[in-house]
Nanobody, 122 residues
Framework: VQLQASGGGLVQAGGSLRLTCAAS??????YAWFRQAPGKDREFVAA????????YYSDSVKGRFTIARDNAKNTLYLEMNSLKPEDTAVYYC??????????????????WGQGTLVTVSS
């Protein structure tokens, strides 16, 4: 499956953005968002994992970000509110079949989008 992420941009602290990830085909696998800030490792943001009770979030975005998927449109979303300068990063969507212990690990995902840049100014 090929993934195309979009929706990034420049926003002031406290603002909102919605990222979109379009998949080339319908898949019942799990979806996730990761991000990578300049000079830092890629980190987990959020995931929707099949056969589990609910979405997963990193502690740094919980309560501010919401992950959702539209199966009819083969599309994944990340609604980001109350953005902070430390949210500045390239955001990547991913698809895979991670076991529970790998939900938050990039190794759990096999297909990646090209990334979209989010810049939050203070």
């Amino acid at each position: 499956v090929q993934l195309q992420a979009s929706g990034g941009g420049l926003v002031q602290a406290g603002g909102s953005l919605r990222l979109t990830c379009a998949a080339s085909e319908r898949t019942s696998r799990s979806y996730a968002w990761f991000r990578q800030a300049p000079g830092k490792d890629r980190e987990f943001v959020a995931a929707i994992v099949k056969f589990t009770s609910g979405p997963y979030y990193s502690d740094s975005v919980k309560g501010r970000f919401t992950i959702a998927r539209d199966n009819a449109k083969n599309t994944l979303y990340l609604e980001m509110n109350s953005l902070k300068p430390e949210d500045t990063a390239v955001y990547y969507c991913a698809v895979g079949n991670p076991i529970t212990s790998y939900v938050r690990a990039s190794e759990g995902y096999t297909s990646w989008g090209q990334g979209t840049l989010v810049t939050v100014s203070s």
